[in-house]
């Protein structure tokens, strides 16, 4: 008994991302991104933000619409959304490629301008948030019910982020975000991208 759902392809996936309706969108992003270890300051940064605009609404819409959210948000540079006012708010709120709420967009310039102000605290938001990752999971979840929308730990990240003047950062935000990012693994048994799976299939 696995989790997995096996494909037209042959390979066993996470159910969420086996399907093909959306043209493989979500089977792309499951097979190349969701899970792997994501690094650097302006890529967890566009994380953040793309899971805040996603609350409340399906991730395929907000895959579908990132190269807007790009275009939008200067491809993520804090350096430029802190310089955002609001000019560029009723700009957002006018692109029908984005995710047109007010609340979530005036957080993602809230948050480029917390994100630089780590640096006022000694900090980074690289280091800042792989801290609260946890050890590695030694098998991977056997259902999608074993697999948590929040943590203690993605509670505590959503605090240290508040402390810190970032919003929409709650514990379910967090963990989707540590989901994504590698720094928990929640593929599930018999996905080929679960852990162990790549050893089985070396014969390790």
Same mark, same amino acid.
């Given at each position: ?6 494909? @037209?392809?042959? !390979?066993?996936?996470?159910?969420? &991302? #086996?399907?093909?309706?959306? *043209? &493989? ?10 899970? $792997?270890?994501? +690094? ?6 566009? +994380? ?6 996603? /609350? ?11 190269? %807007?959210?790009?275009? @939008? ?9 802190? $310089?955002?006012? =609001? ?7 006018? =692109?029908?490629?984005? !995710? ?12 480029? +301008? #917390? ?6 605290? &000694? ?7 792989? /801290?609260?990752?946890?050890?590695? +999971? ?6 999608? %019910? ?11 990240? @959503?605090?240290?982020? $508040?402390? $810190? ?30 852990? *162990? #799976?790549?050893?089985? @299939? #070396?014969?390790?």
């Amino acid at each position: 008994m696995t989790a997995a759902v096996v494909g @037209a392809d042959g !390979v066993g996936r996470c159910p969420w &991302g #086996a399907g093909s309706a959306d *043209g &493989g969108l979500l089977a792309d992003y499951h097979d190349t991104e969701w899970g $792997r270890e994501l +690094r650097g300051r302006d890529a967890l940064y566009e +994380r953040i933000s793309l899971e805040a605009f996603q /609350s409340g609404l399906s991730w395929l819409i907000v895959l579908r619409k990132r190269p %807007a959210f790009r275009a @939008a948000f200067a491809d993520f540079d804090p350096e430029a959304v802190a $310089r955002f006012g =609001d000019e560029d708010v009723a700009r957002l709120l006018a =692109d029908a490629g984005i !995710v047109r709420n007010r609340a979530k967009i005036e957080a993602t310039i809230a948050n480029a +301008r #917390a994100v630089l102000g780590l640096a006022e605290r &000694g900090e980074d938001l690289d280091t800042l948030l792989w /801290s609260f990752a946890p050890p590695p +999971r030694a098998t991977p979840p056997a259902a999608l %019910a074993d697999v948590p929308a929040t943590t203690p730990v993605s509670a505590a990240m @959503a605090t240290a982020l $508040r402390s $810190r003047g970032f919003r929409f950062v709650g514990p379910t935000t967090c963990y989707a975000m540590m989901q994504a990012t590698g720094m928990v693994d929640d593929h599930v048994a018999g996905c080929f991208r679960a852990v *162990g #799976a790549a050893d089985r @299939a #070396a014969g390790v």
